[in-house]
Nanobody
Framework: EVQLVESGGGLVQAGGSLRLSCAYS????????IGWFRQAPGKEREGLSC????????YYADSVKGRFTISSDNAKNTVYLQMNLVKPEDTAVYYC?????????????????????WGKGTLVTVSS
């Protein structure tokens, strides 16, 4: 059974940093991409970043480029999202999701309905 479990959320002050983790298991496929998404109250889900399993290529949405960094540790089956210089508008539930055979890029971040499996999310609250 494919599972993705997010952790690392919490309360952080504006300007601070936070690292989210996405621990995955049960993968029976070798070619995939994992993305980070978020959803703030009353807003649509937003794609933030994604990383490829094959070559670790990455893609970022403009809203987080330069502040957030996605990385992976294949030995630990974990993908991270390092969040720096956080802002109150970063407050949201953060999700990771996997696309089997997916290719990183803007398409993955926009058409998130195409992701195959999702975690349950972790809440990040940024105080001003």
């Amino acid at each position: 059974e494919v599972q993705l479990v997010e952790s690392g959320g919490g309360l952080v002050q504006a300007g601070g940093s936070l690292r989210l983790s996405c621990a995955y298991s049960g993968f029976t496929f070798d070619d995939y991409a994992i993305g980070w998404f978020r959803q703030a109250p009353g807003k649509e889900r937003e794609g933030l970043s994604c990383i490829s399993s094959s070559d670790s290529s990455t893609y970022y949405a403009d809203s987080v480029k330069g502040r957030f960094t996605i990385s992976s540790d294949n030995a630990k089956n974990t993908v991270y999202l390092q969040m720096n210089l956080v802002k109150p508008e970063d407050t949201a539930v953060y999700y990771c999701a996997v696309s089997v055979g997916g290719r990183v890029g803007v398409h993955m971040l926009i058409h998130y309905d195409g992701m195959d499996y999702w975690g349950k999310g972790t809440l990040v609250t940024v105080s001003s």
